[in-house]
């Protein structure tokens, strides 16, 4: 996925993710009272995340649907930070994520399970 959202269409998305199939009237009332967004800025999100191919829109009703999954967008996004910030190494996100913070036995007993199974 080459694509980047910006942070509004990540929230529309997210809206869309949990609620799907959801209409575009109902994303724009819940935008409203979560974000305090107006209904044409919700509308505008919702058609460029319908231009990029992250969701399908149909009638009647305007109801979307995503052609991503917030996983695939979560992986999309490590990967761009991971090249971006840490000149593409794992290792230095992890260090760096690690550094600032002891973790609990219960989280080192969890990440060693997610490596093992690797």
């Known amino acids: 996925m080459k694509v ?9 998305m997210e809206i869309i ?4 199939p959801i209409s575009a009237k109902d994303i724009s009332l819940i935008a409203a009272d979560t974000i ?19 969701i399908h829109r149909e009638d009647p009703g305007f109801i979307c649907t995503p052609l991503v999954s917030q996983n ?3 992986k999309s996004e490590i990967a761009s930070l991971v090249k971006k910030v840490f000149g593409g190494s794992r290792k230095a996100l992890f260090s760096a994520l690690l550094e ?5 036995d219960e989280e080192i007993n969890e990440l060693r399970k ?3 199974n690797l």
């Open 4 to 12: 980047k959202l910006f942070d509004s269409e990540v929230k529309v």
């Open 17 to 20: 993710w949990k609620e799907s």
């Open 36 to 54: 305090g967004w107006n209904k044409n800025t919700t509308y505008t999100i919702i058609k460029k995340l319908e231009a990029k191919g992250f």
């Open 72 to 74: 695939e967008m979560q």
């Open 100 to 104: 600032d913070e002891p973790l609990s």
């Open 114 to 116: 997610l490596i093992d």
